[in-house]
């Protein structure tokens, strides 16, 4: 299993979903092996989908549904493939404006 993620991936995650959004408003947070993606709405933060490390540098996606479980998304590989396909499948979920 791998370890723990540390904050430097996270900081990574979110410098490049900026970088694909071409927006500041996703914030990444490390959870185990899980990083966390959120948007915040209102004075909240949202988690509206993970990136999962399965192996070294390869990641599975997932979303949250309204129910609160989460729902795997057909995206796996290194970071950047995986975030690509996560802001393509997600993007009325990471619009700062919803």
Do not use: C
Request: hydrophobic residues 40%; charged residues 20%.
């Amino acid at each position: 299993m791998p370890a723990t993620l540390s904050p430097d991936r996270a900081a990574e995650l979110q410098r490049l979903l900026a970088e694909l959004t071409g927006h500041t408003a996703a914030h990444v947070r490390p959870y185990g092996k899980h990083l966390l993606i959120q948007m915040r709405r209102d004075d909240a933060l949202d988690t509206v989908a993970r990136l999962t490390e399965t192996a070294r540098h390869h990641y599975t996606a997932a979303f949250r549904t309204h129910s609160g479980r989460w729902e795997p998304l057909p995206a796996a590989g290194n970071m950047r493939q995986t975030a690509e396909a996560v802001v393509t499948m997600l993007a009325p979920y990471r619009d700062p404006s919803v």
